[in-house]
């Protein structure tokens, strides 16, 4: 089987998210049939949504995968579980949140899944950190993220130093 290369949106802003989000990285690493090719910068951002919780810190992961989109997302909410994420509030604060931005050049709209993920043109969180990890990115739609990148709404993004980043064991 082939693989596939797809992107992955983490975000956090709940018990040290960046160390949620290296761990992250980390599991996503350890995944079967999975190799992880880069991840870009973390970035502080200002929350999409309800004001009153605290800032998020945002990145992506580029990984090259043999599992298909859907096998892939029940990694990836298995991975939130274990970052003990509890769905409260639409909108609100989140341990970990990880989402399937891009997978190969497919579009999929199905129940559990929709890529690319719906918000990604509208969010510079998303947007910045893939131009950050392949400048020619583009959308099955033959868009690039480096033309949504300009055309979207600025959110205050901040680059986080990588020593701001504590390790995170594992497992
Ligand atoms: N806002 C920011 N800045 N970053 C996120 O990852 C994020 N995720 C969300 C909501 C609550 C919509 N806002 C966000 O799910």
Request: with cysteine; glycine share 6%.
């Amino acid at each position: 089987m082939t693989a596939t290369d797809v992107f992955i949106g983490l975000g956090s802003n709940q018990a040290d998210p960046s160390a949620q989000l290296a761990g992250a990285v980390a599991r996503l690493a350890a995944l079967s049939e999975t190799e992880l090719v880069a991840q870009s910068p973390f970035y502080r951002s200002k929350p999409v949504g309800p004001q009153d919780q605290p800032d998020f810190v945002n990145g992506a992961a580029w990984l090259r995968t043999e599992l298909s989109a859907l096998e892939l997302l029940d990694q990836l909410q298995a991975i939130e579980q274990a970052h003990g994420r509890e769905r409260i509030q639409h909108w609100g604060p989140r341990t970990l949140d990880l989402d399937l931005l891009l997978y190969g050049n497919e579009t999929i709209a199905s129940e559990r899944l929709t890529v690319p993920h719906a918000e990604l043109a509208n969010r510079d969180f998303v947007l910045q950190p893939l131009l950050d990890l392949e400048p020619g990115l583009a959308l099955p739609d033959g868009r690039t993220i480096a033309q949504l990148r300009q055309q979207c709404p600025d959110n205050n993004l901040q680059k986080l130093n990588p020593v701001e980043r504590a390790p995170f064991p594992p497992g």
